[in-house]
């Protein structure tokens, strides 16, 4: 096990930096700089943009900014934002609480629907509640969040007016007052979010329940004179979520990543936005941060959604 | 209010604690009668010297105290990302910036230096500006604080300047200030500007986004190579009406009322909030139709959609006149041959735009008001000059014309026969132009309506659409940037940034041609020729008799249009949406949205 470990960890180095690698040398391909406003603003002469872009070092070639990324990475160092000139890091901070409630929440909403209504539609197979619940799967992952998105927004927001269209962050109230305006800011985010997993995750509970109650021992659990709960709830519900929490696993780096377009919708000033308008203002630094970020996390769950296995499936040896 | 007796309400109206405006609502809401209403005001009130039609609406605004306005509530679809203007890379930081602080002076619309930070505006009468535009002394207002409580004084317009001129810096906005020789400080409430050479635009520094003056007590230890360490980048202070609670960059700005605010009973609103990012008809249906936010910037929404959420009735959008003309540019020089590993290089001749006859005919050929009126609506006017703001700029009896049978006839005058496949052909050369834009649903029909009318007077036309990150980047190596050019038509968005248009003028003169050896730098796109614009352009650089100065502008505003160097098609509107009860905004092309925040107010 411990040298299944170390082995993994040391083939991820070199997975990692051919990620970073690639990575830079497409964004140094991109056109454009963060100066682009500047250069078609006529009292904005040259020298001043050339000035700009030498003092933050965008002059120099390729691999030497690239030799410099890895060097200040190394020491720990994200480097700065063209743009706001502060260190990556405290922006990425700055970011990471609203997007761990909004994305953990939606996570979370997501189980508590998928788990029952996995585990509902694979024992009444074919009955009329599995009939919907596989429907509303299909239409839920069928349907991108740009969509749901702006749709829920024209229902709440503008025909109901129940909900704002604008995320805020900045809530002027306390106590039960305070976390209801907060839920009603982030319902609309959470909703589209959890419709989307709860969706997925519906699929793979019934179908990886499907394969487990067909098995012999649950037959033999039933012959016991067990009752239907505990055989479902203690037998096969257990086994059949082996699976299922790996694929979990591997989603978790995106609650840390955020929604990319979900966020921009509903202007939720997570990590998927800053990625985004870092993108447009060609920020690299940022976009090298949160993209590598990325990476690292992906590693890091594979690897644990593989551990997860050994450790849930004693059947599985690691030598 | 409605338990007050009449007696003690005349008591308010005259220590000035309620307006003329409530007082008669009072006692309207009392079942006194109007007539009754203006006596007891004539008998009883001295009422101030404004006229008495309470039907006008009045902008001005005329608050009994500062602040009591509640929450103030912004929404800009791009997010402020720093909130130090000399740092600031686009709109959205200049803007979030002025919330908090300020220069000495604004650009009003009309283009006019209006006081903030300044006593008064320096003029010759009073001494304070040199008839040979060598210095100008501002005299600062006295008695501002920082909002740290430090007062405001000359050593921190001085400080600015050496702070903006470190090259280590990296400033900005420095552009404004490289012609200034030195900045003294006379007193602590005088500085004095002495230019390198005399300058007719000694309004160019310290005044406007580009002016922002910095507290040098807090600021000094982070001049130059340390700028970006300093943490007012993201916490200002300043001396605007408002002050920081809390700035997430990208995110939002939270701002409290200064209570100690130089401008007596301003501003009016007790806190402030900017949230930014999104898109932009997103926010214009936050304003307009939800009513979640009180206004929007920048509304570059098509405008039948805007019309559509203007009939919910919350709110109202702004158009107000701008300085920037979507324009067609043509080529001087020929981009189908490649001389010394450059095409478009100043070395060649257009094969039909050196022409005059055939740049007349294509200007004719252009259906300006059908695109105005398809394609841009209230966001625009047909553009006839590039310079179209201030007015004084701008000649008089502008014309233009949109005549197909003149465009042929003049094509056919200068040689330009229809071949037998219907395109028109010289000396066995094809009448066809590649036009190119940048990707932008607006643009592409625009291309289409002037392909559609050029091809009917036997011009080929090859339309291209560039993404618009690499149409607008100042890459040297990549030949689809508008600089390069490497097309026989062009089109898109500039103007003047400053109600001064000298700097912009300067893009049609012989040294900015762009081309290889500047790396394409050059903002003389056209590589457009003429010395006698050349020569106007120096002139009006130093000539420092107002009226004499505006008439060398208005020749070479006409000159470019003359020899069709540009075909302007819509000169732009400003656009922002407001709810209905939302004032005071008096907004401007010249100078940032919130440059009046500290007069803006809300109606009942």
Partial sequence: MTKYLIRRLIIAVPTLLGISLILFVILSLAPGDPFSELALNPNVPVEVRENLRRQLGMDDPVHIRYIKWLTSLLQGNLGYSFVSRVDVTQLIWQRLPTTIFVMGTAYIVALLIALPAGIISAVRQYSWLDNVATTLAFIGFSLPTFFTGLIFILVFSIYLRWLPMVFTTNVQATGPAWFLEVLRHAAMPIMVLALFEGAVLTRYIRASMLDVIRMDYIHVARAKGLSERAVIVRHALRNALIPVVTIMALQIPGIFTGAIVTEQIFRVPGIGSLLISSIQLKDTPVVMAIVFAYAVLVVVFNLIADLAYGVLDPRIRYD | MSNWTVAELVEELKAGRITRRQFIHALLGAGISMPLIVSILQ??????????????????????????????????????????????????????????????????????????????????????????????????????????????????????????????????????????????????????????????????????????????????????????????????????????????????????????????????????????????????????????????????????????????????????????TEHIQLNYTDPWTEVDGERSSIKTKHPFFSDPTVRKAFSYAINRKLIVDELYGAGGEVGIYMVFNPKKYVPEGGRWEFNLEKAARMLDEAGWRRGPDGVRQKDGKRMKVLFQTSVNAVRQKTQAIIKKDLESIGVEVELKAVVADVFFSSDPGNPDTYSHFYADMQMYTTGPGSPDPQAFLEKWTSWQVAQKANNWAGRNIERYQNPEYDRLWNQARTELDPVKRAELIKRMNQLVIDDVVVIPIVNRNGQAAAKNNLRGMDLTTWDSNLWKLAYWYRTS
């Fill in chain 2, 43 to 324: 008998a009883c009130a001295p009422v101030p010297a404004a006229p008495a039609q309470p039907q006008a609406p009045k902008e001005e605004f005329q608050p009994t105290r500062r602040g009591g306005g509640g929450l103030l509530k912004l929404l800009w679809w791009q997010a402020p990302v720093i909130l130090n203007a000399h740092l600031s890379t686009g709109t959205k930081d200049f803007d979030g910036s002025r919330i908090f602080t300020e220069p000495l002076a604004a650009y009003d619309p009309d283009g006019e230096v209006f006081p903030i930070l300044a006593a008064e505006v320096p003029s010759v009468d009073k001494g304070t500006l040199d008839r040979e535009g060598r210095w100008v002394i501002w005299r600062l207002k006295q008695g501002v604080v920082w909002h740290d409580g430090q007062p405001f004084t000359a050593d921190d317009v001085v400080f600015t300047w050496e702070y903006v001129m470190d090259p280590a810096t990296a400033a900005t906005t420095r552009g404004n200030y490289t012609n200034i020789q030195v900045v003294e400080k006379v007193d602590d409430y005088t500085v004095k500007i002495v230019f390198q050479e005399p300058t007719p635009i000694w309004h160019a520094p310290f005044v406007g986004g580009n002016g922002h003056i910095l507290p040098k007590h807090l600021t000094a230890p982070y001049k130059g190579q340390n700028s970006r360490n300093s943490p007012y980048n993201l916490k200002p202070v300043g001396t605007g009406p408002y002050k920081l609670v809390e700035f997430r960059p990208g995110d939002i700005i939270i701002a409290e009322i200064n209570d100690k605010y130089h401008v007596p009973n301003r501003p009016f609103f007790d806190r402030l909030e900017l949230k930014g990012g999104g898109d932009a008809p997103s926010a214009a249906r936050a304003v307009l139709q939800t009513g979640e936010y009180d206004f929007a910037w920048n509304m570059q929404v098509e405008w039948d959609v805007l019309a559509s959420l203007e009939k919910y009735g919350l709110g109202r959008v702004i158009n107000y006149p701008g300085a920037s």
